[in-house]
């Protein structure tokens, strides 16, 4: 079954203690990305990868690290959380709009990780 | 530059009758633009999206949505509602010519009342 996966679903943890969601996706997508949700704001996106060791700042980078080592995986990186990191996240994936002849492409959006930064 | 907007935060409909969520949008660049559904405590997932072909475009679940250039607008609609489209919708811009980052409306959430 095609899919996007994230790991932890669910995290409470305190500030100053790194932590990293994982992501993967089993569709062979260069293009990934993270988002995080707030009440009233939509998604706003953290970080994006065009591919393999290309990743690039989206609207709301600041307090995130990202790296892409392999296609599949996608893990953000939180070094030093913060409470107003508390939020929910999701990772997304598409093929490479560059590559794929399709201008923009459909993402595929993971189920979400709800993160609580007390 | 792109940005988008959702006119209405909240939209409340009885069981049967028609659906109206709008989006008005602004971009430098020829917009490909997208609906999507996200059910309580799950993720997004695509209803339909618009990318230069037919300008009426059918998605999933009886919704369709019409792109009108001349109004930047791409409103999505149902002709019936069902108590399982009571959920929140998020309108979302991407351009060809500029960055690969998509911009999402502030959702609306849909009311369905039996």
């Known amino acids: 079954e095609a899919q996007v996966t994230q790991n932890p679903r669910y995290l409470i943890t305190v500030t100053g203690k790194k932590l990293t969601v994982t992501c993967s996706q089993n569709m062979n997508h260069e293009y990934m990305s993270w988002y995080r949700q707030d009440p009233g704001l939509g998604l706003r996106q953290i970080y994006y990868?065009?591919?393999?060791?290309?990743?690039d700042k989206g609207d709301v980078p600041e307090g995130y690290k990202v790296s892409r080592k392999e296609k599949r995986n996608f893990p953000l990186i939180l070094e030093s959380p913060s409470p107003n990191q508390t939020s929910l996240y999701f990772c997304?994936?598409?093929?490479?709009?560059?590559?794929?002849?399709?201008?923009?492409?459909?993402?595929?959006f993971g189920p979400g990780t709800r993160l609580l930064v007390l | 530059a792109q940005s988008v907007t959702q006119l209405d935060s909240h939209v409340s409909v009885s069981e049967g009758t028609p659906v109206l969520l709008r989006c008005n949008y602004s971009?430098?660049?020829?917009?490909?633009l997208f609906w999507y559904v996200q059910h309580p405590n799950k993720g997004l997932q695509l209803l339909l999206k618009?990318?230069?072909?037919?300008?009426l475009v059918k998605g999933i679940n009886g919704f369709e949505a019409e792109f009108k250039k001349s109004e930047t607008s791409f409103h999505l609609t149902k002709p019936s509602a069902h108590m399982s489209d009571a959920a929140e919708y998020f309108c979302?811009?991407?351009?060809?010519?500029?960055?690969?980052?998509?911009?999402f409306g502030r959702g609306t959430s849909l009311i369905v009342h039996p």
């Open positions: 997304a994936s598409s093929p490479n709009p560059l590559t794929s002849g399709s201008p923009q492409e459909t993402q595929y």
């Open positions: 990868s065009m591919n393999v060791e290309v990743t």
């Open positions: 979302v811009v991407t351009s060809s010519g500029g960055s690969y980052i998509p911009t």
């Open positions: 971009s430098s660049y020829s917009p490909s």
């Open positions: 618009y990318t230069s072909a037919a300008t």
